[in-house]
């Protein structure tokens, strides 16, 4: 197994890139495909960037993918980060939910004085 450190991850778009820290035995050094397919085989809900893995790979369509996942190392700063941007999208949800009730609780006659 070799490791490597998460280049990027998008759990929207289920997929990311790892960054390996050495070469492989055919001496490639690109970045190794990660597809949440295998997040989940592993039992892994999301990576975050820098976080440090080790991996298994293989190649598929001609290019590296990482099959087998374990997280090392969490990296918590980007743990962090990430927890209060969807703090931050709830927040900005709710508000907007909030605003459309009260734009519809007029009454029926609201423009009679």
């Not at 778009?13 to 295998?38: L, R, Y």
């Not at 592993?42 to 190649?59: C, K, M, P, T, Y």
Request: proline share 2%; aromatic share 10%.
């Amino acid at each position: 197994m070799r490791q490597g450190k998460v280049k990027w991850y998008n759990g929207k778009k289920c997929f990311g890139f790892i960054t390996p820290d050495t070469p492989n035995a055919d001496g490639n050094t690109d970045d190794v495909f990660v597809h949440s397919s295998s997040l989940k085989a592993a039992g892994i809900r999301f990576l975050n960037e820098n976080d440090i893995v080790e991996f298994e790979e293989e190649v598929r369509n001609d290019k590296l993918s990482a099959t087998t996942i374990t997280v090392i190392q969490r990296d918590e700063e980007s743990a962090r980060r990430f927890q209060e941007r969807r703090a931050e999208r709830r927040r900005a949800i709710e508000e907007r939910k909030h605003r459309e009730e009260k734009s519809t609780r007029r009454g029926f006659a609201f423009w009679k004085k």
